[in-house]
Every structure is written in C-alpha cells, then in structure tokens.
C-alpha cells in the first residue's frame, strides 16, 4: 500500500512536467522520423543501412535512456526540496521508496515503445506479430534503463548532474549498441567491449523479436536483467545508506 501510494504520487508529478516527458517520448519518433525521409531521398542506399527492421529497435531502445535520466532527475528534484527527508520518518524502507520510484515509469516505457513502433508501421515497417512480440520485449529492457535512473538519483546530488551524466549515458548507450551503424562493421575489440556491455544486447534481443526469432531473444535478455538486477540493488543499497546518513 505504501508503495502504491507513493508510485502514483510520483507518476502525477511526472505528469505535470510535460515539456520533459514529451522530449522522452517524441524525440527517437523525430529522429525515426528523419531517418525513414533521409532514406527515401537516397535511393541507392543500402538496405541495411538505417532500414526500418535494424534502425527502429535502436530507436525505441535509445528512448528508454531519456527515460532514465527524466528518472534520476524526479528523485533528485525530490532530494532537493527535502520531500524525501520528511518521507525518511515513515515506516518506508529503501526498497520500497525505489519500486516507488520505479514503477510509473514501466507504463512510459511501453507507451513509447508503441509510439515508436506506430509510426514505424505507417512509414512502412511491416504489421504483424513481430511489432508486438518488440513491444513486449521492450518492458524487460526498460527495467534497464530505469535501473541506470535508480542510481543516478541514488548517488548525484542535483538535476544538473543528472543531467550532465545522463547526456552522457545517452550517447554511449546509442554509440555502443549498434543503434546508428552495426558493430560488425568495425569489429575487433570494439565489438568485444560492445557485447559485454548491455545495450548492444537490448538492441539485439528487440530486432529478434521483431523478427519473430524468439529463440535468440533469450540469451540477450538474460545479459539485459543480469545488468539491471545488479544496477537496481546498488541503487538501492545506496539509496538505503542516504537514508539512515551513513557516509561514503
């Protein structure tokens, strides 16, 4: 009950900052967007060069990193104006203020994922099973993201740092997931450092599954979890030390 109570206060105070949470969700569709236009105005370009069924999960995975930092920015918003001081004299515990946290944000997750994939389908992505099975995929790969969020508002101390972090995990989660261009085109030790990274993975799992290829889903999102499971806990146990005013 806390938890809920505390989850739809933070999905409201999302909702009031609407200028922040349509930056989120529209601008991988602005860039989709462009792209598909680009593509059209070069006839000659490779089919797998910024083509729908490639560039369109990296979009909808690059979304989820605007998320998280919007994500890490509410919990330090909250910090700043000593909500959350007066909230640490309730009976929450730490892991119930992070599913707080948490939870408002799975249903943007989703949200964007289906306006991504919508317009993919209007600029010719082909409709069927695949859109969906993406979609669905896309929920697991959020928590991801939202565990990135979790530890950024856990560990910085204003907006203005998250906001600087955050640009940055923005960048490298599109740079080094095969977002704008494919690894195997460089290969070597980038590509190796790619792949033990979890974005490279995101992106692969969501472009399996929208091709229908369930089976190879599976080891991508399992490298995605393990990745986020321990982000969420070191979120938490910092979140828990900020709590009770240990230090270091």
């Not at 943007?108 to 992505?125: K, N």
């Not at 993406?134 to 993201?145: E, G, K, N, R, Y």
């Not at 095969?178 to 472009?207: R, Y």
Request: net charge positive.
């Amino acid at each position: 009950m806390r938890t809920r109570v505390f989850a739809w206060r933070n999905l409201r105070e999302i909702l009031r900052d609407p200028l922040s949470l349509g930056f989120s969700l529209g601008f991988p569709v602005v860039l989709l967007l462009m792209m598909s236009l680009m593509r059209q105005s070069i006839p000659d370009m490779p089919a797998d060069v910024f083509g729908l069924e490639s560039f369109t999960p990296g979009m909808a995975v690059f979304g989820l990193s605007f998320l998280g930092m919007f994500l890490g920015m509410l919990m330090t918003g909250d910090r700043k104006t000593a909500f959350l001081q007066r909230l640490f004299i309730s009976p929450m515990r730490g892991g119930e203020f992070i599913l707080g946290y948490a939870l408002p944000f799975l249903p943007l997750a989703v949200l964007e994922s289906a306006v991504t994939f919508l317009l993919a389908g209007i600029l010719g992505l082909p409709l069927g099973m695949g859109i969906l099975w993406a979609i669905l995929v896309m929920l697991p790969v959020s928590l991801l993201f939202i565990a990135l969020g979790l530890l950024m508002g856990s560990c910085l101390g204003n907006s203005q740092q998250v906001g600087g972090i955050g640009s940055i995990l923005i960048n490298v989660a599109a740079l080094l997931s095969g977002t704008w261009f494919s690894l195997e085109l460089i290969g070597g030790t980038f590509q190796s450092v790619c792949n033990l990274l979890p974005f490279a993975h995101a992106v692969d799992a969501v472009k399996a599954a929208l091709a229908g290829d369930l089976a190879a889903v599976l080891p991508h999102l399992l490298w995605v979890l393990g990745y986020a499971l321990v982000l969420t806990a070191l979120a938490v146990w910092i979140f828990h030390r900020r709590m009770t005013g240990k230090k270091g």
